[in-house]
């Protein structure tokens, strides 16, 4: 089955880390930039950072970046998002998401894969 | 810095009717814009990529236009499962969202 997967969430104190992960199964995850978008509670769509296929280039939104981190092995078809410095307006379900290759003269396609997300709530 | 604008933000409608959401962008980007539904407590399903291309297994009263900075979808017959929030991207900026509830 086509899918993805993501693990790692849960209750953290503001200051502190957390390591999501998001398991990719039936497709080869090799092929495909990876991204992970976020939502807080009773909020919209918030994408956060994306990774290429070959881990070449990482991309962030400014409320994340030197904060989080994007990551992922191939060989274990698995996409990493490391948060650290956690802080309160970082409280939300957390998806990791496959962006669909576009081609040539194509400003973007979309993100056709979810996954079921993981709850990560920063707080004292 | 760039900007998707949608609207409205929230939408009453009773089964049957016709419904359209319009997304603005603050720059030209050409036909690169997805349309997506979610439901409480659900992950966003991929509705329209390409701003008109209807996404396998998508029902067909699911339709997309525009190109450059104006763009739209519409339903055209409301049915009960409609009722969702629906929202707009273009890659790594997604519109505020459009909640369709019932009249």
């Known amino acids: 089955e086509v899918q993805l997967v993501e693990s790692g969430g849960g209750l953290v104190q503001p200051g502190g880390s957390l390591r999501l992960s998001c398991a990719a199964s039936?497709?080869?995850?090799?092929?495909?930039?990876m991204n992970w978008v976020r939502q807080a509670p009773g909020k919209g769509l918030e994408w956060i950072s994306e990774?290429?296929?070959?881990?070449?280039?990482?991309y962030y939104a400014e409320s994340v970046k030197g904060r989080f981190t994007i990551s992922r092995d191939n060989a274990k078809k698995l996409l990493y998002l490391q948060l650290n410095s956690l802080r309160p307006e970082d409280t939300a379900v957390y998806y990791c998401?496959?962006?669909?290759?576009?081609?040539?003269?194509?400003?973007?396609?979309?993100?056709?894969?979810w996954g079921r997300g993981t709850l990560v709530s920063v707080s004292s | 810095d760039f900007q998707m604008t949608q609207s409205p933000s929230t939408l009453s409608a009773s089964v049957g009717d016709r419904v359209t959401i319009t997304c603005r962008a603050s720059?030209?980007?050409?036909?690169?814009l997805a349309w997506y539904q979610q439901k409480p407590g659900k992950a966003p399903k991929l509705l329209i990529y390409?701003?008109?291309t209807l996404e396998s297994g998508v029902p067909s009263r699911f339709s997309g236009s525009g190109s450059g900075t104006e763009f739209t979808l519409t339903i055209s017959s409301l049915q009960p499962d409609d009722f969702a929030t629906y929202y707009c991207?273009?890659?790594?900026?997604f519109g505020q969202g459009t909640k369709v509830e019932i009249k």
């Open positions: 998401a496959r962006e669909r290759p576009c081609g040539d003269d194509c400003y973007f396609d979309a993100f056709d894969l």
């Open positions: 039936g497709f080869i995850f090799s092929d495909y930039e």
């Open positions: 990774i290429t296929s070959d881990s070449e280039m990482e």
């Open positions: 720059q030209s980007i050409s036909s690169g």
């Open positions: 390409k701003a008109s």
């Open positions: 991207q273009q890659e790594w900026t």
